[in-house]
């Protein structure tokens, strides 16, 4: 079980979702060396919902990759949901991942042989939760589409079932990687609006990736990427509805 491994006590515990210190990633050696990530310090509090922007190449998927426990730091300290994920082994971090994360990316996924409600169950009987998938389906609106394989479902409909997996294993924390990159406007706001609803009634963090500077407007707090570190963090007064964006 992930309780086996270090955890954040006290204060920390209680506030911070996400906090790391140094946190670096390097690919490859000597003169092919490629620093992803370059010693970022952050901290995001437990309930919030947090947009990352920058252009490709800035580190956002490799520092999101690495809240995610799907890659080891290279250095410096990094704790998710009071895990320190830096000194877990793969097998450890794949136990981190399936009771605290909820993964949601640009192109879905989805297992093609299974249905849509399939790939849901799947997520949550791993996760103890097997009751929770035919409801999440039906929150994302698919009730009559789940026994539907992914390659019967449109893009939206397939992104929704993605939502609905990451959604059905009840996460501490969601986590985006272009999310509605493929989604039409309309469907895009869909989804967002159902991350945030969710997020709300069950006090989740939720970090999105995204080139789509639009979807900041319905953040609590946005940060800015480039060369691997975060050059920018602002505070949103007044988050907006998703209803309200237009890209």
């Excluded at 953040?219 to 890209?247: F, H, K, T």
Aim: charged share 25%.
């Amino acid at each position: 079980m992930v309780d086996m491994v270090p955890r954040m006590v006290g204060n920390d515990a209680e506030r911070l979702a996400i906090r790391t210190r140094g946190l670096t990633k390097t690919y490859g050696e000597g003169a092919a060396e490629v620093r992803a990530v370059r010693g970022v310090d952050l901290e995001i509090e437990a309930g919030s919902f947090v947009v990352m922007l920058g252009p490709s190449g800035s580190g956002k998927t490799t520092l999101l990759n690495l809240i995610a426990g799907i890659e080891p730091p290279s250095a410096g300290e990094i704790r998710v949901d009071g895990v320190d994920l830096a000194g877990l082994d793969e097998e450890q971090r794949t136990r981190f991942r399936r009771n605290s994360v909820g993964l949601i990316f640009q192109f879905f996924n989805l297992i093609p042989t299974l249905t849509g409600s399939e790939n849901v169950e799947l997520i949550a009987e791993l996760t103890g939760g097997g009751e929770r998938a035919s409801e999440m389906v039906g929150r994302v609106g698919l009730a009559e589409r789940g026994d539907h394989f992914p390659a019967q479902l449109s893009g939206g409909e397939q992104q929704r079932i993605a939502v609905a997996r990451a959604l059905a294993g009840a996460p501490h924390l969601l986590l985006g990687d272009e999310p509605t990159g493929a989604l039409d406007l309309d469907t895009g706001r869909k989804v967002l609006a159902l991350l945030r609803e969710v997020a709300v009634e069950r006090d989740q963090t939720v970090v999105l990736v995204t080139h789509n500077a639009v979807i900041a407007r319905m953040a609590d707090r946005v940060l800015g990427m480039r060369d691997g570190r975060i050059v920018s963090d602002e505070l949103n007064p007044e988050p907006v509805d998703a209803d309200q964006l237009e890209w």
